[in-house]
């Protein structure tokens, strides 16, 4: 458990031990280490606040408590807390933390803890209230061309300098001060927050020309049909709407809820039909019928189009549709089986280990892969799962011929010279029949006007194991006769 030293030091008296301290976080750290380091426990302490109190000499020489940082931040919170007995606590629960208890704070059942738990709780709730509840009125002062924002606010608790540091990042570009009856914080946009002592909401301006609007704004936001007076009041307690412009609205738009709501009610339809008009077509229909419409647009039309395939029962457990990337007046086709799991995670094809090894390769032959258009005959990753692994599963002909009409059409649009195809699979999607790829590999065919060559897929390159270098530089040559065509 991390721990960290307190600082300070304390003055005494005849008797008990009277320790007059500073009443803030920093006082009481000072005046508890030097009781601390004097030996003095608990019991023997009369905690005594005095605003004018100086801090004891630091002894330096001598060890200070070990404490968990949580106590710290614990106790930093509990310091602010409107009790004249959170000194002595605070002080208590260092004595036992440092003789013995170092697990203390995780006994939530013990009263010292209980109680601490209980008063930080109370200020980080009264300081949640601060922040939701300061309304800042303009003022401008003379001599300054930006006027100073300036709220009143009533804390339960004593928690202006703890909570002065969110007001100081949320409004840092403004000149502002927030003004209670037990301190006030002010800050000039930019140095340290500075604090004066407290006054009275006299001090305080009684509006601006900002409240108008603001109650025309929270007017338009209550919802009648979601009031929950009970939550409101707990969340929103009355005793802070003196202080809230909106809060002169409350009793109205509350005691008019149900009216508004039956009202709002009555006129639904009238409203749905003037703002929205016709309801339109679900997504998965319109995909469904865009989906059949392969016959024009462009390749990102047509990959939207196939984002909602479902022309086979591989889209349901694909991650998404895999669909072709690369100019779209590429010379060089290169189309392949079907997706891989990296491809099926990344929505690109070949970017996994086989797609690495095709960009080795296209690099070798001297192919930029930017040049080329690259697909896949099926769009969906077909594969069998085996624990949190998904091994790859061959697609079959019916499923081949589901995706035809993707590829057909990205050839149709790119209309490239030489289409390369990349193992039997891609070959039967493309000729429609079953070839040898090994006898017929790096031949040159044609098809519809255009020349097709056949060879191997890097997937079966990089399982020849024994015959993977003399595969590689095959398949180089095959890609390297591309250029010549």
Request: aromatic share 10%; proline share 7%.
């Amino acid at each position: 458990m991390e721990q960290v030293s307190l600082f300070g030091g304390s003055a005494t008296s005849a008797g008990h031990v009277a320790v007059r301290f500073v009443p803030d976080f920093v006082g009481w750290q000072a005046a508890a280490r030097a009781q601390w380091q004097a030996g003095l426990p608990p019991a023997s302490l009369w905690w005594q606040a005095d605003p004018k109190a100086k801090a004891p000499p630091a002894a330096d020489d001598a060890p200070g408590p070990r404490v968990p940082r949580s106590f710290v931040t614990l106790a930093r919170a509990a310091a602010c807390y409107r009790s004249a007995d959170r000194w002595a606590l605070l002080y208590r629960l260092l004595w036992r933390l440092s003789h013995g208890e170092r697990h203390l704070l995780t006994l939530v059942g013990d009263p010292d803890v209980a109680r601490v738990n209980r008063y930080a709780k109370a200020v980080r709730r009264d300081v949640h209230k601060m922040k939701a509840f300061v309304r800042f009125r303009t003022v401008f002062e003379p001599g300054f061309d930006e006027p100073r924002y300036v709220a009143w606010f009533e804390p339960e608790h004593e928690i202006v300098a703890y909570a002065a540091g969110f007001f100081q990042r949320r409004f840092a570009n403004m000149r502002w001060s927030i003004l209670t009856p037990d301190r006030c914080a002010h800050w000039e946009g930019s140095g340290d927050v500075w604090f004066s002592p407290g006054t009275d909401k006299s001090a305080a301006p009684d509006g601006d020309v900002t409240e108008d609007a603001w109650r025309v704004y929270y007017r338009s936001i209550f919802n009648p049909a979601r009031i929950k007076t009970r939550a409101m009041m707990s969340e929103m307690p009355a005793k802070y709407w003196k202080n809230l412009p909106e809060a002169a609205l409350i009793p109205g738009l509350i005691a008019g809820a149900d009216r508004r709501v039956a009202a709002m009610e009555a006129d639904r339809r009238e409203q749905d039909t003037l703002r929205c008009g016709a309801t339109p077509e679900a997504p998965a229909a319109m995909l469904a019928r865009r989906a059949d419409d392969a016959e024009s647009g462009s390749l990102q039309q047509l990959a939207l189009r196939a984002a909602g395939c479902q022309r086979c029962a591989l889209c349901g457990p694909a991650t998404q549709t895999v669909f072709g990337e690369g100019p779209a007046d590429a010379r060089i086709m290169l189309v392949g089986e079907q997706p891989g799991d990296a491809e099926d995670l990344a929505g690109r094809p070949f970017v996994g280990p086989a797609g690495q090894l095709l960009d080795a390769a296209l690099s070798e032959a001297g192919l930029d892969r930017r040049s080329l258009y690259v697909t896949n005959a099926v769009k969906h990753f077909k594969f069998t799962p085996k624990g949190k692994t998904r091994l790859h599963a061959k697609p079959d002909y019916h499923e081949i011929h589901a995706c035809r009409p993707w590829l057909e059409a990205e050839i149709e649009r790119v209309a490239p010279d030489v289409v390369v195809a990349l193992g039997a699979s891609a070959a039967m999607a493309l000729l429609d029949r079953r070839i040898s790829v090994t006898r017929q590999r790096g031949q040159r065919i044609a098809w519809h006007e255009r020349c097709l060559i056949p060879t191997v897929h890097p997937s079966f390159i990089l399982r020849s194991r024994e015959r993977r270098d003399a595969e590689y530089r095959r398949f180089v040559a095959d890609l390297s006769a591309i250029t010549a065509t």
